[in-house]
């Protein structure tokens, strides 16, 4: 998918609107995705909640604590389309030379 969020929207109920690059929009709720623990644990704080923003660089959202979630699982939520499964290119043998 790769494809980047270009706007989001926070909404009541940890719910938020999304969209992406290619117009798809819809509204996810991450308390259904994410546990409050950790770096999401802010997040329990609904003004907090409130302050996510686009991460441009990255094409995702972002909270200040560092919570970030992947725009491919958010775009496979909200279009109903698996996630895509990528490969990592074959390392030669020779390239483990590189690593010693």
């Known amino acids: 998918m790769l494809k ?3 706007a989001v929207e926070p909404r009541q109920n940890y719910q938020l609107y999304i969209r992406f690059e290619d117009d798809v929009k819809g509204v996810i709720d991450i ?6 623990t950790g770096v999401f644990a802010p ?4 003004e ?5 923003e686009v991460n441009f660089e990255y094409g995702t959202i972002q ?3 560092g919570a970030d ?3 491919d699982v958010i ?3 909200i279009t109903k389309q698996p996630i895509p499964e990528y ?3 074959a390392v030669s043998a020779n390239s483990a030379d590189y690593f010693d």
């Open 4 to 6: 980047d969020i270009i």
């Open 31 to 36: 308390s259904k995705i994410v546990q409050f």
């Open 43 to 46: 997040l329990q704080d609904k």
């Open 48 to 52: 907090y909640f409130a302050t996510v």
């Open 63 to 65: 909270w200040d604590s």
């Open 69 to 71: 979630l992947d725009p």
């Open 75 to 77: 775009y496979s939520m």
């Open 87 to 89: 490969q990592l290119s």
